[in-house]
């Protein structure tokens, strides 16, 4: 087509779209070379991931922020004097992946109960979502009042599911948490969860131990499957203890099924509350004739008089995690194992919008 045409064919486009009562169109040249828009606008930046911690475990979150090689981001946290939890963060957090390290435990270090650690997290998503951040990640490897997921009796309330309403009410866009203590707590979010597991850590730990003739023993009914993958993983046998609660942290422990005779018995459980059910649970093993007694436990939570009892159990060792502080005065047969490794390559790929469940393979439902 030669100038001339292209002038003519350019000035009656014009011409037509200026007459009156004609519909104003954009002129468009069919010669014009620039590229079509496209849906995605890029601006040439990357994302951002920053980690923020609450009072519930700062010492976890400096292990995770150390292994990300990030600083824990700057954030106030205070108690009023009348009771009431502040939060402001110190930097802007704009555009941002915001992962909030915060079990729903106590930190007698840091003088804030479970009841605050979560009115804690949740005021951090919160102003997290107000700031305008990307995304907020809540990383709570303890999630507090998972024993109350069900009714066991009349105009009882279902507090785990409440907490976890609560959470997402506050804003949190996703949930990384750690060993629940029943499956069913994942679903009671519409938000995704990401379920990580210390089976691995633990069972890793006992065969490095190089013990013999080992039995796992699950505490009652409830816990054979999270103890036969435990006793798979560590090629050892299975035993069950009978055990009834007539009231809530009251147990009874009956009898144990399976051979324990001479062996070296291994007790799993999801968490240690007062240990008053384990130091009976090990001493019927013993009477059953075990020759040696272990404990190994995700959530460390030790309350009331746990320490007490610890100390006066026939336990060599009582093995859990640091996904609650360990409060002073633990007996030496405590061993604590971090989670951190775990929890820093979760976060990183969540942000990095990669497979979770790669890191255990698939094998993260134990219930």
Not at 196 to 204: I, V
Request: aromatic share 6%; glycine share 8%; proline share 4%.
């Amino acid at each position: 087509m030669t100038s001339e045409m292209t002038s003519e064919i350019t000035s009656e486009v014009a011409s037509t779209v200026a007459s009156p009562g004609a519909r104003t169109l954009p002129l468009v040249s069919a010669l014009d070379q620039s590229p079509a828009a496209s849906s995605v606008l890029t601006l040439g930046s990357e994302k951002s991931l920053m980690v923020f911690s609450g009072r519930a475990n700062p010492a976890l979150a400096h292990r995770i922020a150390g292994k990300l090689n990030v600083e824990l981001g700057g954030v106030t946290l205070k108690t009023f004097a009348d009771g009431e939890v502040y939060c402001r963060y110190e930097e802007s957090i704009r555009g941002a992946d915001v992962f909030i390290v915060q079990p729903t435990c106590a930190n007698p270090e840091t003088g804030i109960t479970p009841n605050d650690a979560l009115m804690e997290l949740l005021l951090m998503i919160d102003a997290a979502v107000g700031a305008s951040a990307h995304r907020v990640i809540a990383v709570t490897p303890w999630f507090g009042y998972s024993r109350q997921d069900k009714k066991s009796a009349p105009r009882e309330p279902i507090s785990a599911r409440l907490v976890a309403r609560a959470i997402e009410t506050a804003g949190a866009d996703r949930v990384l948490t750690m060993d629940l203590h029943a499956g069913q707590i994942q679903g009671f979010f519409q938000k995704p969860v990401d379920h990580m597991t210390a089976l691995f850590m633990l069972t890793q730990y006992f065969i490095d131990q190089q013990l013999e003739d080992m039995v796992v023993v699950s505490p009652d009914a409830g816990r054979v499957k999270l103890a036969k993958n435990f006793a798979s993983k560590i090629g050892a046998e299975l035993a069950i203890l009978n055990k009834e609660r007539p009231a809530q942290q009251v147990a009874e422990i009956g009898y144990v099924i399976g051979d324990v005779q001479g062996r070296t018995a291994i007790l799993v459980d999801d968490m240690i509350g007062t240990a008053g059910t384990l130091m009976a649970a090990a001493q019927t093993v013993m009477d059953e004739g075990a020759a040696r007694v272990f404990a190994a436990a995700t959530h460390g939570v030790f309350s009331g008089n746990a320490y007490a009892n610890l100390a006066a159990s026939p336990f060599e060792q009582i093995v859990v995690t640091d996904t609650i502080p360990i409060k002073r005065g633990a007996p030496e047969k405590i061993q604590v194992l971090s989670c951190a490794d775990l929890l820093t390559d979760s976060i990183r790929r969540i942000f990095t919008d990669d497979s979770v469940s790669e890191v255990f393979g698939g094998e993260n439902q134990l219930f």
